[in-house]
């Protein structure tokens, strides 16, 4: 099997990685159906999260990480917290700042 590099996302507070066996949690999630009225076929799984087929068997077997966004699709169609396909732990990257509300008036 063709090793991944680590992901490169920032993730919320309190966590620090992704967990290796993401693939495997969100095949296990797509198959039991959790969130959804039962297993997903691979096509239409991947036609709502808005990915390829291919792009979601690489993930599913551990050869790619999902883009931020394609992550946070499959947490809001299973329904789950990110602490099912995250590490706890602290970043060593710092926090971005976020605008002042006097900013953006």
């Excluded at 808005?50 to 883009?67: F, K, M, N, Q, Y």
């Excluded at 931020?68 to 099912?84: K, N, Q, R, V, Y």
């Amino acid at each position: 099997m063709a090793h991944r590099k680590p992901a490169r996302m920032r993730l919320p507070p309190g966590y620090a990685r992704l967990k290796d066996n993401l693939g495997q949690i969100i095949r296990a999630h797509r198959l039991a159906g959790t969130g959804t009225d039962g297993p997903l076929p691979p096509k239409l799984f991947a036609h709502r999260v808005g990915i390829s087929r291919v792009t979601l068997s690489r993930i599913e077997h551990d050869r790619a990480w999902p883009r931020s966004e394609t992550l946070e699709a499959i947490i809001d169609i299973f329904g789950i917290d990110w602490s099912d396909v995250a590490e706890p732990g602290v970043t060593r990257s710092p926090p971005r700042r976020i605008p002042s509300s006097s900013n953006c008036e």
